[in-house]
């Protein structure tokens, strides 16, 4: 970025439209800009004490413009690092553009996306992944993700890649010390030891980078596909779990032809629930299409409903450990054969149109998903980001390969780069190694403000 790192920047922290708005202010000169527009309630200059709300008078020149309260931060006790304040003014819209102008006329500049959590980062009060927190937190959805990223915030997952990161580093030397001194008695790790430490953070990594594929599916839904033949009652169980008509429901075999996906919540647990076309042999161009579509679902969707019509008998498609399988039509009746399936596990019998045996079924989903979803080691650091999640896929085969090179002999110095590759993706993660263009393509995603 070519724009100087410490040149006064300011922006609208809030949201525009209500009562009050915080006009945030950073950089250079930040004080010496803001306190001559102000005046105490007895018309004498502001002498602020740093981090106490004032109350004052806002001029433009010197028409009173507006009753503000204003902050002052030391650049030692301040968010990005530098001087700041804050001001609070009213809401209006008018109020806010004129503040702007003067601001701009004594020389500051409209801050970019981000750009004060950038500077927080350059100036050493945060660390990268925890400046990741900060818009996560802005922008989380629930208390659930909310809760991961303040605890991120607070630099947990920095702290925990710091100490793996030094880790590494430590290994790294001892080895780099039987190179330079190998004729010298240096306590030599010896190579079972090594495997050993290698292994143990191998190991981390990868619980760690584990938790974002459970992160993911929480946060994203479970993807829950509704198969069976035609007419069992797919899209009845649809719209009942939904409660609302949202398929088209017919007594004509084929009804259903593209799959159809909506979301729903149950006890706080998301699903995504996929009804798709009756699987059969069928010469209709259109239904054969949407039948190759539920054969793809049968393998890509996290959890399986087989739907059956319960009063024909009934052969069970498999025994995937991720498939309930559904005797429907259950106020019909059942056809005796059925009888001996009903003591299986992950059988049930339910009626979709007459919400039958719904309730077991839905409490059931919801035991599989926890299974799923729940974060197996609350000491470890939930990753929520793609970002995050590569740099620990790209550090774990770095310390495969090394491990790799370590058995087949391969010389120490060249087998030593991967460790420090492994070293350089960690870094990546909390800022310690980053590259302009990571950094860029960080802080542009955040809102202007923060
Ligand atoms: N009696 C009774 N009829 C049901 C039940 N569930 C579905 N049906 C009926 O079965 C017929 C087929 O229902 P659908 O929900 O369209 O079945 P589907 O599996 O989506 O069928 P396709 O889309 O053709 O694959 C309709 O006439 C429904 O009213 C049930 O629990 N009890
Ligand atoms: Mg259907």
Known sequence: MALRQDDLIYALATGTGGAVAII???????????????????????????????????????????????????LEKSYTGEEMAEIHCHGSKA???????????????????????????????????QAEAVRELIESDTIEEASVAIRKLQGELKNRVEELRMDLIDCAASLEATLDYP????EHMDQGLLTQRIDSLRSKVQDMRNTYDRYKL????????????????????????????????????????DHIEESFQYKGI????????????????????????SLRFETEADLILYLYDGLEAVELRNNNPQAFHLLNK????????????????RVFQISAMRHLGLEDLLNALQDFAKHLISQPDSEVPVITSARHAH?????????????????????????????YEARDYLGQITGMVATSDIIDRIFEKFCIGK
């Open 95 to 129: 109020i806010i553009q004129r503040i702007s102008e003067i601001l701009q006329a004594k020389g500051a500049r409209p801050a970019l996306p981000g750009e004060f959590t950038r500077r927080a980062f350059i100036n050493g009060r945060m660390g990268l992944s």
């Open 24 to 74: 945030r202010l950073s950089g250079n000169l930040c004080w010496d800009v803001v306190l001559p527009l102000l005046r105490t309630k007895r018309n004498r200059s502001l002498r602020p004490t740093p981090r106490y709300l004032h109350y004052a008078g806002l001029y433009d020149d010197t028409r009173l413009l507006d009753d503000v309260c204003v902050v002052f931060f030391p």
């Open 270 to 293: 998301k699903f995504r629930l996929i009804d798709t076309a009756g699987i059969r042999e069928s010469q209709d161009r259109v239904e054969k299409l949407g039948i190759e579509r």
């Open 330 to 345: 259950a106020d019909l009746g059942l056809h005796q054969d059925n009888q001996p399936l009903l003591q299986q596990k």
């Open 218 to 257: 929480s946060r994203d839904g479970i993807a829950v596909a509704i198969l069976g033949k035609p007419n069992a009652g797919k899209s009845s169980l649809l719209n009942s779990l939904l409660k609302e008509e949202r398929a088209i429901v017919t007594d004509i075999a084929g009804t259903t032809r």
């Open 391 to 419: 740099c620990l896929d790209s550090a774990y085969q770095c310390l495969t390969h090394f491990k790799e090179s370590l058995s087949r002999g391969i010389p120490m110095d060249i087998a030593l780069v991967e460790l």
């Open 183 to 186: 004729e010298e008695d240096i």
